[in-house]
């Protein structure tokens, strides 16, 4: 009897339940991918914020990825440990850190994408083009939606 033979129907046809377990399986795979490289799917997102914004405050990159701010700042420390990000004070406002992506972390946000992208792949590997496309276009449109509504 396969898995899906045991899983209700009901859970089958819940959008929740198959998001999840998408979820899961995607991510599965890209932090073992990641993992080759000693680094995170959390620590990935924030040097693409960085990366894609020069510099952000802690704060923001927190808000703009659902991190809580004690989480991000075990975060950062990381990026910086692997030398990929710096964090110096705001010239505005003392209490406030800004974190950019160093030369190292640009580079390494180049071969971490590379990983993420290929363990995508793997975990979508049944999935054609066409229904990846779907997929993100599906994703981007409900984000959206709750962007706006918010």
Known sequence: MSIMNAIPDALLESPSFQIERLRR?????????LATKDATLREHWVLACLIGQDAASQSA?????????????????????HG???????????????????????????????????????ALDSSTNKQLKHLRKLASSILDADEVAS
């Open 25 to 33: 399986r995607t991510r599965d795979e890209v932090e073992q991918a």
């Open 61 to 81: 990159l927190s808000e703009t990825l659902a991190i809580d701010a004690s989480d991000m700042v075990r975060l950062v420390d990381q990026l910086e440990s």
């Open 84 to 122: 990929w990000a710096k964090r110096e004070r705001d010239p505005q406002d003392r209490r406030r850190q800004i974190v950019t992506a160093t030369k190292k972390g640009r580079k390494a946000h180049a071969e971490l994408t590379e990983l993420v992208t290929e363990a995508e792949n793997n």
